[in-house]
């Protein structure tokens, strides 16, 4: 599946949900049995919160917020209520009454007395805990959309007017700093190209045709999206979600704003632009709204429904092909593709979707694509972006930018003035372009350069939409269509002067052309900052670069990371002088396999600037973030965003297996900071416990650090299944569950996980004995965890080859971890784990290992072991 844009990730990710809510019902809610103490409680709130909900009640602050899982019946309705407690709706899911939330402390227990509350349950299958001088809420989170993740800022368009500038009036105007159309350098070249005679086909939500910043530039669009056949059918419909019209809008809007007096929005650009910006006698406020190719022509292909949820890959490609289609058969002659959207990606360039990409190239269309919003780890480049013609942009941020939304940010959320000033005190302290943390990094696995190029993605002025708001937004999405001006600009141009030139030479002039960001690599930037006029000079002078050269980086499965790794010795890593300027990253990556059960980041002899040289209203602060082995597309982070000020430690704690792979690790001045923060010395530990078992014998083999470990015997077997499946192919294999209060938890490995090249994507479906189904296995993870939970009766589980690439076959492992009650056994003594341990059980069973960190007095599942008599009850079809 792909979603309309890339999720822009605060806190922490949520991953395997519907997982969680299972585990949090399961004996591994908390800590083993044998440890655990109940709590005293009303009865109708033990029915509503589980037991370790209440456990973090009882560590969280009033104040703190806390992330949930809650079941309902109306979640709408307790959307709404959570927003009035002060909580934030993170994912409202379509196919089942749940949302996930985070929500104040103090507003648990009153939201769990609503009777549109079924059950709240603590959010995910790992723990992330965290001590010393780390918070998640160093500064009030800003607004996301709701549906695409992305930061967007909205405001009631009454109190705005909207003037269009005739095309032919272009260049005789001369935008100010505030449009895109000066960073870019658009406006400079517009005496000799604005994009006439360009077409761009926007692959999106559709196109609002009657846009007041888009008169005379729609030319038409076909609508493909699930909403066909429906009341919300129409690739122009003003039902459409802003996505798409947002992206036109950047890429070709011509018009004057003008704001009423004292608007807090026309008051924060006048602020900050007063070239561009001016008032009259009467304090109304004009400002220029521009585009980077003003007079290109746009053809809008809708894919996404108009509520810009997800669709299959499959509708994208179909958009594509109807792009090509009209380029070859002269129906309609398009010149450039812009596409700001992504999904995953195994085989980095040769994923059909890439191929596709390679096809429209072929045919003479310049594609440009979204970088994704799943940074800023490296190697996660999404698809179509990875394609290898695809010119992908990252998204980049601008002093102006940051400044106007940060005086709106204090208006909107700190109560000061309007035009208050503070955004480049406060917000933004710095006068030199960076790289947002969202943005997603490259190489692509395979090393090739990604992304090309950047443009502003943080905080873009998006204009006026038919729902009666204006936003302003961030993300690649939004850095995508400028790019694609650029590109509409340069066409323009060759096609005016009859060039020789097509979609290879226009890619490569916005290379040249591109100006880079001093401090930022490569990886983060790809050649720069796009500069139009660089660029058509460029093609002006028929003289083009070449890509560097690289070699694939794989020898058949076997992957060799175009990234600087380290290798764990006994489980741990240390670093040294650790210098973080505002905005300014540093990388860390490791490998860890499947069987890694905790991972601890020390920071040590943290170094801030002196209390008066810091921001006077955050302070200075470093920011933290981690990333799971998941590579191009995936937008999974262990904790994404946590803010550190002095020494502290944060510790990931897993309950089940998790993506073998490289570990990504990113630390960061914070862009409000005024100064460096300089960390002395930061560890990297993992937990890696292996077992095994002979008869009632449990051996455990510790890989990692030194730890406490504990082992409980429940009844209940393991068992294991091998099989193999092509792309498209399925597997069935029922299993039985006779016992009242049995459940099982089901993983599926395979060989070419994200250690290899190219990964594939195997899924485990599970079909409950009522008919229900259960897709929480169906992810990018490597390997799949799933529950079977529905109670007693027959389930089916579908192991099915959604991504093998080339033909291959995949072979996999099923292993189904069935406990058939939750009370154990029986249990052992601590056990001191440095190398190697066995355990005598006197009962036959399930062995689950916990493991426990002292530091944050915390529990948490490093394996199971299988001590049963016999395996039954799980057969192939």
Known sequence: MLSVCFNFKHALTLQGVMLSIVLAMSIFAVTPVAFNSPNEVSEGVVQKITKDVFQMLQTASDAGQVNVVIQVTDKAGIARVI???????????????????????????????????????????????????ITENLKYSVPRDPVTGEPVLAYELEGIEVEPIAIEYITSVEPGIYTNTNLTGASTVWSETVGQGSVVVIIDTGVWSASPLLVGNVIGGIDISPDVGTPYEGWNATTNHYHGTACAHLLAAHAILIFQPGHPWGEAIYNYDPVGTWKNNSGYIYTYCFGIAPAASIYAIKVFPHTGAGVPSSIIMQAIDIAIQMKVSGTLDVDVISMSLGGGIGADGEDPEDLLVDAAAEAGITVVAAAGNEGPALLRVASPGSAKTAITVGAAMDPIHEWVFGDIYFWAYYGKPAGNGLGDELWYPHDYLAIVDFSSRGPSADGRLKPEVVATGSWCFLGPFPDGRIRLGGGTSFSTPQVAGVAALLNSYIEAKGLPYGPKEIKQAIIDGAVPIPGFTAEEQGAGYVNAANALNVIKSGTFGTLPTTWPHHIGDLWFPPIEVTCLYKGKATFSNIVLEPTKYQYFAFWVSSEVDSIKIILSDVVLADPAQQNPFWGDAGVIYLSTAERGGSDSYYAWGLYFYGDGELLVTFDVPISAGIIRLALVGDFSSYNQVIVGEMTIEVTEVLVTSIDKKVILYNNGIPTTALVEVYPGRIERYYGAVKQGETDVYTFEIKDTNGFALVFLYWYRDWTKWATSDLDVIIINPNGSWNIDGATLASPEAAMLTAGPGEYTILIGGYQVYFDKTEYYRLEIVYLAETKPLWYSSLINLKHMASVQSPKHGVAVIWLYDAEFDAWYIGGFANIAKTQRGCKRS
Not at 96 to 123: H, N, T
């Open 83 to 133: 927003e009035e407690f002060g909580g934030q709706v993170s994912i409202m899911y379509e196919s089942a009454e749940v949302l996930a939330a985070s929500i104040p402390a103090s507003c648990l227990l009153q939201l769990a007395s609503d009777g549109r509350v079924v059950r709240i349950y603590k959010d995910s299958i790992r723990e992330l805990y965290y001590h010393g001088a």
